[in-house]
């Protein structure tokens, strides 16, 4: 059965931290922060939130688009790497807060900034089985509660938010049509939060060396992605049976402007057919794609029949990319 995407949801928190808040506590500048990655404000949770909270509001905002309740969904699957607590997932917590009262499946899916796409992979299966009718997919982040606001090279970049979507399976054409995941787990130390896990867990030396905050290479961080996206886009495309000229619109995660523009200038991708909210929200992670489409399908960017390719490039490392056809 082909699965497709009946509904989008987002959530992105009112709190905003602008470049120029940021001045006050890192060594940067507003300029020092546009020219570098486009952001010029992000989204932070608000004392007491966390990331199953953003993922509610998504969730009920794409489950009323679909003119769904609750008891609807029979999966629910969270893309994310800051969740609430290391157990139970943030989707339990998720199930809990929509009062789903079935006892249906629900897990996270751990891939960073390429989580939703992965979903995708798994919603195309789990759902085209049968087994299943309707899921809800999120990407919810709340990863400012992991970055060191000494270092100017994390902080600058990340924001909070959480973007959600119905997926149903059926008959008649569209959908997702093809998937692309690779990961390359000898690259792990280019994006990593080093302390609270089982390796380093929580203790007076893990927080006095900082290890419970994210760290990146942003240099060669970017080299790889651009690589890596450029490469996953042309097999997804090829395996939908699509040239790039046929794609009426590039969802791609939205981490670093630059990356963005490097991706298309080595792809000739035509920049309107590349929508982009990084100045707005920052890199939101695993919310990043999710959030995008639903903004793009609120504003009626997307027509029915139209094609979109999807992209994301995180930590671990991870990669992928879906095509489908909107419907």
Request: charged letters at 25%; glycine letters at 12%.
């Amino acid at each position: 059965m082909n699965v497709r995407i009946a509904a989008t949801g987002s959530c992105v928190p009112e709190r905003k931290l602008t470049n120029r808040e940021l001045e006050d506590l890192v060594d940067t500048t507003d300029e020092w922060i546009v020219s570098r990655t486009g952001i010029r404000e992000r989204g932070i949770v608000a004392p007491g939130e966390a990331a199953s909270d953003l993922a509610t509001r998504a969730a009920r905002a794409a489950l009323a688009s679909a003119g769904l309740g609750p008891d609807d969904i029979d999966l629910i699957v969270v893309g994310t790497v800051t969740g609430d607590m290391l157990t139970p997932s943030t989707a339990c917590f998720v199930q809990r807060n929509l009062a789903v009262r079935r006892p249906i499946p629900a897990f996270d899916i751990g891939a960073a900034c390429s989580g939703f796409v992965y979903g995708l992979e798994l919603m195309h299966d789990l759902l085209g089985s049968g087994r299943y009718r309707r899921a809800l997919l999120i990407g919810a982040e709340a990863i400012s509660r992991f970055l060191d606001y000494e270092d100017r090279g994390t902080c600058v970049i990340f924001g909070d938010g959480a973007g959600a979507a119905v997926l149903e399976a059926g008959g008649g054409g569209g959908g997702i049509l093809a998937t692309t995941l690779r990961s390359d787990g000898n690259y792990w130390d280019l994006i990593h939060l080093p302390g609270g896990g089982s390796r380093r867990p929580a203790s007076p030396y893990m927080l006095a060396q900082r290890e419970q905050y994210l760290r990146m290479n942003g240099r060669s961080t970017f080299k790889l992605a651009v690589q890596a996206l450029e490469q996953v886009m042309l097999e997804t495309a090829e395996r939908a049976g699509w040239k790039l000229h046929d794609v009426d619109h590039f969802v791609i995660h939205q981490a670093n402007a630059r990356i963005l523009e490097a991706v298309c200038e080595r792809l000739e991708l035509p920049p309107d057919r590349v929508p982009s909210n990084i100045e707005r929200t920052g890199n939101t992670s695993a919310a990043s794609i999710p959030v995008l489409l639903d903004e793009c399908n609120r504003e009626g960017r997307f027509e029915p029949g139209d094609k979109l390719l999807l992209a994301a490039f995180g930590a671990g490392l991870t990669w992928g990319s879906a095509a489908l056809e909107w419907s």
